[in-house]
Each structure stands twice: as structure tokens, then as C-alpha cells.
């Protein structure tokens, strides 16, 4: 199993540019969810997903929008990016039956918007 | 508002040192408490605790909770310039997402 996996692995965009920073996991698990992670910070949560169709607000879901169309793959739109909006992003998942909180988080994907 | 609040935020030690992390929280319905550790790329999980009292222990890692006084522990005995990493606790709240809510960290530095 690759586990969790992310593209790209750096991005540079400008100012106003969009993206779509990709999240895939091959453990069939029904929980998926976006984190972001500013210098010294812990993770805050985007948006997260508890499975194909559904997808629900985070803590800080203002400037990303997510779609989850099937059980693997869960990506995360910047539209208009802002430089707020540089940072590190991880993408987790976690099983239906966990009932413990365990996630498994994708290697991250550094984001500078100038 | 669930919180999460780890101390200290950064600590430098010698190589065999033993070190003790701390993380109170503030959350509704606690369900259970997590330990990851985090050197520069994702989080790889270290601990899942859900009970008080229990020492949950691997290799020179070891871990307590206290729902009483709602904070957790985590020790490093024999500390090693591999421990170096950021430390995070996160929390499980009762709900059916499963949804996290994290501590900002502590950064271990072990200096040879």
C-alpha cells in the first residue's frame, strides 16, 4: 500500500492563481480530511470528509473548496490565492471502525503564494 | 471552544537527557488522546490513550493520561539526536467525524 499520497510537493503560485493540490489513499478508508500547517503552529482543519459525496467545514475552510466523487481521492481548490494562504498542507485519512482519532497523513505540500 | 495546549513550546537537551512533554486540554466529551511526532515531513502516529492511569510505553517513549486533571505526558528517556522532532497532541472529541483538535506542538532539539 502507498498509504497517502500527495502531488504536488511544492507549488509556487501568484497572487489571485488557482490550484488543485491532490490527495489519494489506497487503505479504503472513509474519513479524509485537509490540514494546514503555518510555521510554529499546529494543524488546523480545512474541510474534512466522512466519505464519497460527502464533505463538511473545517476550522478554517474560508478561500478552499473540496469535492470527494469517490472513497480515494479528496482535493483541495484554491481559487483566488492569497498570501495568507502559504503554507504547508497535509492530507489525512482515517477508517471508519478507528473510534481512536488515528489518522495517516500524506508527506504535505509546501504552498507559497507571491 | 476545544483547546489544546502544549508546553513547552521548544526545549533543547543534551543526548541522554530525559525529557517530559506536556498537554492539558479543554474539550467536550473527551473521547481519547493522541501523541504524533512530526520530524520534516507528515505526522507518524506514536500513542493513542484513552484511559487514565495506563502507561502506554514503546522503547524509550512512554505515555500518561489524566482525565481527572484533563492533561497528558509524554517521556523521553536516553534522548537521542533522532528524537529531535516537533511533538504533537491532539485530542478526539466525542462526534462521528473523528475530527482532531491539535496542540501547536513541541520542538525537541538534542544536541550531540
Known amino acids: 500500500n502507498a498509504g497517502v499520497t500527495q502531488t504536488p510537493k511544492f507549488r509556487i503560485l501568484k497572487i489571485g492563481q488557482s490550484m488543485t493540490l491532490q490527495c489519494t489513499q489506497d487503505?479504503?478508508?472513509?474519513?479524509m480530511y485537509w490540514y494546514r500547517q503555518d510555521p510554529g503552529m499546529g494543524l488546523k482543519l480545512i474541510y474534512y470528509s466522512v466519505g464519497a459525496g460527502i464533505t463538511d467545514k473545517g476550522e478554517v475552510p474560508n478561500g478552499y473548496n473540496v469535492s470527494r466523487s469517490t472513497t480515494e481521492d479528496f482535493p483541495l481548490r484554491l481559487e483566488l490565492a492569497a498570501p495568507s494562504q502559504t503554507s504547508v498542507y497535509f492530507c489525512a485519512s482515517s477508517p471508519w471502525t478507528s473510534g481512536s482519532g488515528t489518522q495517516y497523513f500524506g508527506p504535505g505540500t509546501r504552498l507559497t503564494v507571491l | 471552544e476545544d483547546k489544546v495546549v502544549q508546553s513547552p513550546l521548544s526545549l533543547v537537551v543534551h543526548e541522554g537527557d530525559t525529557v517530559t512533554l506536556n498537554c492539558s486540554y479543554e474539550?467536550?466529551?473527551?473521547?481519547?488522546l493522541l501523541w504524533y511526532k512530526q520530524e520534516k515531513k507528515a505526522p507518524t502516529f506514536l500513542f493513542m490513550l484513552?484511559?487514565?492511569?495506563i502507561e502506554k510505553k514503546s522503547g524509550r517513549l512512554s505515555s500518561i493520561l489524566d482525565k481527572k486533571e484533563l492533561f497528558s505526558i509524554l517521556n523521553i528517556t536516553a534522548t537521542q539526536t533522532g528524537d529531535s522532532a516537533v511533538y504533537l497532541c491532539a485530542v478526539l472529541p466525542q462526534g462521528g467525524s473523528e475530527k482532531l483538535v491539535f496542540g501547536k506542538g513541541t520542538k525537541l532539539t538534542v544536541n550531540p
Open positions: 487503505m479504503n478508508h472513509n474519513y
Open positions: 484513552t484511559s487514565s492511569g
Open positions: 474539550v467536550t466529551n473527551f473521547r481519547s
